[in-house]
């Protein structure tokens, strides 16, 4: 049974950090894209970042790349997201997900997390 399982949301304060896991079971997705992704109250779910699990490539939404990081242990088979400076309009359920296609669109994606709330008090 495959298995995305994020972790490492809370509440933290106007210009805090978080690091978000999302650690990976049940198969091996060498040749998909690893994806994050966040929802707020009454919008579409976005896309934030990826990283092709294979090759380490790396792409970020424009308006999150100065201040998010992508990475991946594949020893761990766990994907991270570092959130650093974060704003109250980072406040958002955040999802990883797999895929076959490297896309940003979030109905490309097979495989999803539970997600992990994330707030960022003012």
């Known amino acids: 049974q495959v298995q995305l399982v994020e972790s490492g949301g809370g509440l933290v304060q106007d210009g805090g950090s978080l690091r978000l896991s999302c650690a990976v079971s049940?198969?091996?997705?060498?040749?998909?894209?690893m994806g994050w992704f966040r929802q707020a109250p009454g919008k579409e779910r976005e896309f934030v970042a990826r990283i092709t699990w294979i090759t380490g490539i790396l792409y970020y939404a424009d308006s999150l790349k100065d201040r998010f990081t992508i990475s991946r242990d594949n020893a761990k088979n766990t994907l991270y997201l570092q959130m650093n400076s974060l704003k109250p309009d980072d406040t958002a359920v955040y999802y990883c997900?797999?895929?076959?296609?490297?896309?940003?669109?979030?109905?490309?994606?097979?495989?999803w997390g539970q997600g992990t709330q994330v707030t960022v008090s003012s």
């Open positions: 997900a797999a895929g076959r296609l490297i896309t940003t669109d979030p109905l490309t994606y097979d495989y």
């Open positions: 049940g198969r091996t997705f060498t040749n998909y894209a």
